[in-house]
């Protein structure tokens, strides 16, 4: 019966598991494998009874699926796929997993004591009922650790931006902990930095050999002392994880991470962009409020930026949040903080500004005391068409989640958008559309010609969509529209628009990546239940562009401008010539770009010249070539470090480099990758023992080395 119970549980997130019980009847071993698809046949009636149940109580309460604000699930029963997919086929929409069905009593049975005024003692239940991993800092036992404050300071040279960001937590229990915070990073974020004050004590990162520095961390914790680690993820190189080992009670921990990236630029236009998940809780405000302990969401967040340019800053923009602003008199140095009136952020921060003077492509280089050579940065952005109302030819692929959650307002929008698209289709254009739930569809076997009795026979096939193909498997239809045949000419674009999580959601990104030389992937995710982790990943593994849409959004608008923008032909860039005299020692390499993005090529240099950058670009449309150039002048060498850690990711993310290859440049220039890690050791001096687990995962754990450790704090 356990072992079952084992296998039921694996079958949550594995497509196939194995029961194996030893010596089951007479010395005869038990070994069979089932299927999810095997075991959802098996329980489809009792699921299904389940869903009758919750149909009766609304009749009994005279409730519609209109009066009913969350979803969440309750019982280990509820884990189960089928069960999830039934629910959300019968209320329309997605189930809220922000709290874990196992442990939802016990965050319930918190709100309703704090209703009604009883004070509240965390349960070992209510501990591992986990918000998001990303959502600040929690120890081993899934215990949430106060924060008491966050702060941005971010100071901005010409095109480059260097992140501070600094969090203040407190371990207010009785005994030391270990904790872990989960970050998620952009994959062009260089992240350079790591530092931890505990109280008066300030401790800076050193960057090592990933095998090294968790080898390091386990000796100081076996030894008594303090260990603090940064290293990537180890499935998920798009997230950070930041370990602190052995922090002592009523310890204060400031920790700073330090990040550096080129900027967003457009012809004329700076824009600077930081992800609402780089502030814990953000976003979650109504949430934290009904949680026990929502005390901890009313810290304080502070942020400041400095902007120093060559020329004056003639207009600063900011539609995200409400902004205080202090300039130079000759404008070209920007003080801006935040007005003080947001507690929690809700929202990415987006702040755009324009410089007197347009420049097509700005150069900086850099020269640091530590370094023997140079590092040079230009951004450049290829200028939109004059006919920019029209969209250009090309394959265009609409790829639509029909599953259960879409019913209602999501899927009527989704239709229009899609009318629109279909009534904006220039002659020259090739198209299809696919529906998709737990099967797919297509409208036609390949993509077609926009005649119109294609498009008249779309139409007629659009009107009858419905949010009624069950669950949300997408892998399938990528893959056969991976595997056709593409025009050689015509750029193929992919549109994908989904409100969930789909199955496999790693191997769908996966697919997209291998296949993004020849197809680009573009996402839309609707309402607060998607995953951002499939809209973002997926539209950067295929080189494309993403939006968020609210739930109600009308989404006509969005989807239009996004065809316009991809429509344009990509330029691939075949060559890029630096000064000779400046003897380049390794260089970012050329990439594709899209007319109105920015592109950042970087490199190490033995000299500084004054000189031309020359790229070269030729349409992947008509083979027309494109020079693009950008000067080197006295004015553009500056002292500092951040060009050189961009550089160094650019090289990393470009090359296919060794192990040994990619150690040396991590810790040559201090950037972070996935086989290095930055490493903290606090010595300590206190005389008591005190048992605390090592909680580094089991698959990185080292030969010989303990989990549990009796430890001399």
């Known amino acids: 019966k356990n072992r079952c119970e084992q296998v039921m549980a694996q079958l949550s997130t594995l497509t196939e598991a194995t029961v194996s019980v030893d010596e089951i009847s007479h010395g005869q071993d ?6 999810r698809a095997k075991f959802e046949d098996l329980i489809f009636e009792q699921m299904g009874a389940r869903i009758n149940l919750i149909k009766d109580a609304m009749q009994e309460a005279k409730l519609g699926k209109d009066k009913i604000d969350h979803i969440l699930l309750i019982g280990g029963a509820s884990n189960i796929p089928l069960f999830k997919r039934l629910a959300e086929d019968f209320f329309g929409r997605k189930i809220d997993m922000r709290i874990h069905p196992e442990t939802a009593t016990s965050p319930g049975c918190a709100i309703q004591c704090r209703i009604f005024g009883t004070p509240f003692t965390p349960s070992v239940g209510y501990q591992h009922a986990r918000l998001p991993a990303y ?5 081993t036992s899934s215990q949430p650790i106060p924060l008491e404050g966050i702060h941005w300071e971010a100071n901005i040279i010409e095109n480059v931006m260097d992140l501070q960001i600094i969090q203040t937590y407190i371990n207010t229990s009785e005994s030391a902990i270990e904790a872990e915070y989960v970050l998620p990073i952009e994959k062009e974020m260089a992240v350079y930095g790591f530092s931890i004050q505990i109280n008066e004590t300030f401790l800076e990162g050193k960057i090592m050999e990933l095998t090294v520095g968790e080898k390091k961390y386990s000796d100081a914790i076996s030894s008594g002392h303090a260990a603090y680690l940064l290293s990537y993820d180890e499935q998920n190189h798009e997230l950070l994880r930041i370990t602190l080992g052995n922090l002592l009670a009523k310890k204060k921990a400031i920790i700073t991470l330090k990040l550096v990236k080129s900027l967003n630029y457009e012809i004329g236009l700076w824009k600077i962009h930081i992800p609402l998940e780089y502030t814990p809780f953000g976003g979650m405000q109504e949430v934290m409020a009904k949680l026990p302990g929502a005390e901890r969401s009313s810290y304080i967040w502070t942020a400041n930026f400095s902007i120093k340019v060559s020329s004056k800053i003639k207009q600063i923009t900011c539609n995200s949040h409400k902004i205080c602003m202090k300039a130079n008199e000759a404008g070209t140095n920007i003080r801006i903080s935040l007005d003080g009136s947001e507690q929690l952020p809700n929202t990415d921060f987006n702040l755009e500004y324009s410089k007197e003077g ?12 530590e370094y023997e050579h140079f590092a040079g940065l230009v951004t450049f952005a290829l200028e939109e068409s004059k006919d920019k109302d029209n969209l250009g030819p090309g394959e265009y692929i609409f790829i639509l989640d029909c599953s259960g959650s879409m019913e209602g307002e999501s899927i009527f929008l989704a239709k229009e958008a899609l009318a629109v698209f279909l009534k904006s289709l220039p002659h020259e254009f ?12 297509p409208f036609f076997p390949l993509s ?10 779309a139409n007629a096939l659009l009107v009858t969509v419905s949010a009624s193909m069950g669950g949300t498997n997408i892998y399938s239809p990528l893959y056969e529209i991976f595997m056709q045949p593409k025009a050689p000419v015509l750029p193929r674009n992919l549109f994908l628009l989904t409100d969930g999580c789909v199955e496999e959601e790693g191997k769908v990104i996966a697919l997209i990546k291998e296949h993004k030389k020849e197809t680009r992937v573009h996402t839309f995710g609707i309402g607060s239940g998607v995953s951002k982790t499939l809209i973002t990943g997926a539209a950067k593994a295929g080189n494309g562009r993403f939006e968020f849409l609210s739930d109600g959004e009308s989404m006509t608008e969005s989807v239009l401008q996004k065809l316009k923008k991809v429509s344009k032909p990509a330029l691939t860039i075949s060559s890029v010539t630096w000064p000779e005299s400046c003897n380049i020692i390794k260089a970012s390499l050329p990439t594709v770009v899209y007319a109105g993005e920015s592109v950042s090529l970087s490199g190490l240099f033995k000299n500084f010249a004054v000189g031309t950058i020359s790229i070269r670009a030729k349409s992947t449309l008509d083979g027309v070539e494109h ?7 006295p004015e553009c060498l500056l002292e500092g470090t951040s060009i050189y850690r961009i550089t160094a990711k650019q090289i990393l993310n470009d090359y296919n480099l060794s192990l040994e290859e990619e150690v040396y440049y991590s810790t040559k220039y201090s950037v972070l990758t996935p086989h290095t890690t930055f490493l903290i050791v606090e010595k300590l001096s206190t005389a008591r023992t005190e048992e605390i687990k090592i909680a580094l995962p089991a698959s990185r754990s080292h030969p010989g ?9």
């Open 705 to 713: 080395s303990s989990l549990q450790a009796l430890l001399l704090l």
């Open 358 to 369: 347009i420049e097509k492509a700005p150069v900086v280089f850099q020269k640091a005391s």
């Open 627 to 633: 020079v693009i150039e950008a000067y080197i002048t």
């Open 430 to 441: 090739l198209f299809n559309v696919y529906l998709f739930g737990s099967k797919y569809k």
């Open 448 to 457: 077609v010609k926009n005649s119109p009795e294609n498009v008249s026979c």
């Open 135 to 139: 959502n600040g800092l929690y120890s």
């Open 30 to 35: 038990l070994e069979v494998s089932i299927t």
